[in-house]
């Protein structure tokens, strides 16, 4: 359990100290809890204030996933 809330504790900071003005692409899996775990993820941040751009991890897109992790900040 202690585990757990240092890990929750973590995440937490991490999320609290995204800026507005930073990119965030959230990669999602196409799959059922994939897909809910995003729609969470992303209006979580939305209400934050934050703007995230979505992408689907499959086969056909982990081409363009590595060259936009590769470049993101530029974008």
């Known amino acids: 359990m202690k585990n757990l809330e240092k890990n929750f504790e973590k995440g ?9 003005e930073e990119k965030i692409l959230l ?5 059922v809890d994939g897909i809910c775990s995003a729609v969470i993820t992303f209006f979580a941040l939305k209400r ?9 991890a ?4 982990l081409k363009k996933i590595s060259k936009i992790g590769k470049n ?4």
């Open 12 to 20: 937490r900071k991490f999320i609290y100290n995204i800026k507005p």
């Open 27 to 31: 990669v999602f899996h196409q799959d």
């Open 48 to 56: 934050l204030g934050l703007k995230a751009n979505t992408i689907s």
């Open 58 to 61: 499959d086969v056909e897109n």
């Open 72 to 75: 993101y900040e530029k974008l």
